[in-house]
């Protein structure tokens, strides 16, 4: 009996390998079989690929790396403020002067940022980024941006007028208050518009089921307008810019 049972069971054994033969054959091709890939490709390292890595890490937080000293704010005031008192202990430094240093520095910082933000940072930024994340960019930076456009102008009227003893060229002022009007209506209509319907057109497009393109279409188009009046508006600050840049020039003696 125990040989007949032994032999049932030996048989139901073999049957069911047989049978988990045939499917794990059906289902795997013969071209990905382990025999017939070999060893070597069992073995075979695969090389990441950084680029997806990094795109799918996109929301990871944390810190790149730790400041170094130089970076620090504090130590960058410190370096600036350092130079300055030794400029001024080395020339003599009069009321005058001092004014036209402030009024020179805030035209560098004002002029600068306006070139690196409108020909080279946004450029590159724009070709290199993907569109939302530029767009998420370019809504925290151009509200620090419009700020500072619109504050050195400012600033410089104020130097402007001490510096030519209270008879400033209307030229310059005329540019100057340009400037500042351009900066502010930037500042708080015109990127404020512009970052509204951005920000509703992503929430859109990143919406699940079907999206309404006849929205997107229309905030896409509204976007445009907003955008449009941005840039002229920059536009206009840029020319200013180029114009008092052209006065001061005017102004140098090295006699």
């Known amino acids: 009996m125990f040989q007949s049972v032994q032999g049932v069971s030996t048989r139901t054994v073999a049957r069911s390998v047989v049978s988990l033969n045939k499917t794990h054959t059906q ?20 090389t990441p690929d950084l680029s997806v890595m990094a795109s799918k ?20 005031f410190a ?7 030794a400029s001024a202990k080395a ?16 035209f560098g910082a004002w002029f600068g940022t306006l070139v690196w933000t409108s ?14 994340t530029f767009g998420k960019l370019q809504s925290k930076l151009f509200p620090k941006y419009f700020a500072l456009t619109g504050a050195a102008p400012g600033l410089m009227l104020a130097t402007l007028h001490y510096l ?38 992503y929430a859109l497009e990143n919406a699940d089921g079907e999206r309404d393109e006849g929205r997107i279409a ?21 020319v200013c810019a180029v114009g008092h840049a052209y006065y001061l020039g005017g102004q140098l003696s090295f006699m």
């Open 27 to 46: 289902q795997r091709p013969f071209s990905d079989h382990p025999f017939r890939l070999g060893i070597g490709h069992l073995n075979r390292k695969t």
């Open 218 to 238: 229309a905030l896409k188009k509204t976007f445009g307008k907003w955008h449009g009046i941005s840039s002229l508006l920059n536009l206009v600050v840029l």
């Open 164 to 201: 030519t003893g209270g008879a400033p060229p209307v030229t310059e002022v005329r540019l100057l208050a340009i400037s500042v009007a351009c900066a502010v209506a930037n500042l708080l209509v015109a990127e404020p518009a512009a970052t509204s319907v951005m920000f509703e057109r």
């Open 91 to 106: 020339t003599g430094f009069l009321t005058v002067k001092s004014i036209g240093f402030i009024h020179m520095m805030a």
């Open 119 to 132: 020909f080279i940072f946004g450029l590159v930024a724009f070709k290199t980024l993907a569109r939302q």
């Open 79 to 85: 370096a600036l403020a350092a130079i300055v008192a």
């Open 57 to 76: 890490a996109d929301d990871v937080k944390g810190e790149m790396l730790e400041p170094s000293v130089a970076n620090k704010p504090l130590v960058r």
